[in-house]
């Protein structure tokens, strides 16, 4: 079991998410959403990652990698977050409040928010492996 934001657990979402339905779509078709997250108080230290989405296929870049500029940024502790990746918190709770932020082009959220419809950025398979 990988300690969620850990770098193993990055590699396990990776992984799931190469081998998901949605990974059929080809990278750069549309142009992408990028969405920084930024989480405080990890066991590991503050974890930057981003989620990119691009045509139907979404991808995290964990920690350490190349990051794309990002449109928008989502800020939260470590607790919220894991609420949320563990399905007992959704992310508009956490906004509403106030556990965690937006910021950035929030508009290109909104507009590019289809993209997101229906996606798990955190595979059912990986969700019950984790360790919060």
């Known amino acids: ?55 139907e296929r979404a991808r995290v870049v964990p920690p350490g990698a190349e990051f794309k500029p990002a449109q928008v940024e989502l800020r939260s502790d470590y607790a919220s977050m894991a609420g949320i990746a563990s399905g007992r918190l959704s992310a508009i709770e956490a906004l509403s409040l106030g556990r965690a932020r937006v910021a950035g082009d929030t508009a290109a959220l909104a507009s590019d928010g289809w993209r997101l419809t229906g996606l798990d950025l955190l595979p059912a398979a990986v969700r019950e492996q984790t360790t919060f």
């Not at 949605?22 to 750069?28: C, D, H, T």
Request: aromatic share 8%; no cysteine; proline share 4%.
């Open 1 to 55: 079991m990988a300690q969620f934001l850990s770098l193993e657990w990055f590699e396990e979402v990776e992984h799931a998410l190469a081998n998901s339905e949605r990974a059929g779509g080809v990278l750069g078709a549309d142009p992408a959403l990028v969405v920084e997250i930024s989480v405080t108080g990890a066991p590991q230290g503050d974890v930057r990652y981003q989620v990119v989405v691009e045509g």
